[in-house]
């Protein structure tokens, strides 16, 4: 069983099982609340109890609880850089604490996914300052230019995640392993240090 996260684009959790059938999945609905919401929504899923975020594809026979995850897959971007932080950050503390791998994926590569489209479909999410995240056929990119008649999601699936991660793992791909901000964060180190008195 595979516990998918993806934090590219609001906070998502899913639980799916090795065959990609959904076992449970929760979002949040606050697309910045990323810290605040990866707690409840893994207990949730993991637990099968009520939690913060819509409910979707619940299996209330599967085996549930944190020794049943075999693999963590986590989207690795594009997205902001704190979103990103923290999901991969969950990801990570998670799959050490059960000592499973964690599998990143291309969160665009989850779009497809989720919308049964091609790698040649054109993806594109906000990237900020009137930029866009685009990606066509394995190439992203950061663009100002509109991305015309390419497919803007309203969010990743965790599920999406979790089954791309299946099929890179039975192809023998790795995803990737850094994440993709395609920005630097907005802050920056002084430029030189302070004197404490």
Request: charged share 20%.
């Amino acid at each position: 069983m595979i516990l998918g996260i993806d934090t590219s684009m609001g906070t998502s959790v899913a639980l799916v099982a090795d065959d990609g059938a959904v076992l449970a999945e929760r979002a949040g609905d606050d697309p910045r609340g990323h810290a605040e919401l990866i707690g409840p929504l893994l207990e949730s899923v993991l637990r099968g109890s009520d939690g913060p975020g819509p409910a979707a594809g619940s299996n209330a026979r599967a085996p549930r609880g944190p020794s049943a995850v075999t693999a963590v897959a986590v989207g690795m971007g594009p997205g902001p850089y704190t979103g990103l932080r923290v999901g991969i950050a969950a990801a990570r503390a998670f799959a050490a604490a059960l000592g499973v791998p964690v599998l990143g994926v291309v969160s665009h590569e989850a779009v497809r996914e989720q919308l049964g489209l091609g790698p040649e479909a054109a993806v594109a999410t906000p990237a900020g300052r009137r930029g866009h995240y685009l990606s066509v056929d394995g190439r992203i990119e950061l663009t100002q230019q509109d991305p015309g008649d390419a497919v803007r999601p309203d969010g990743v699936s965790a599920a999406a995640v979790a089954r791309v991660a299946l099929r890179q793992r039975r192809l023998g791909e790795e995803g990737p392993q850094q994440p993709l901000y395609l920005r630097e964060p907005d802050v920056a180190p002084p430029a030189r240090s302070k004197r404490v008195r």
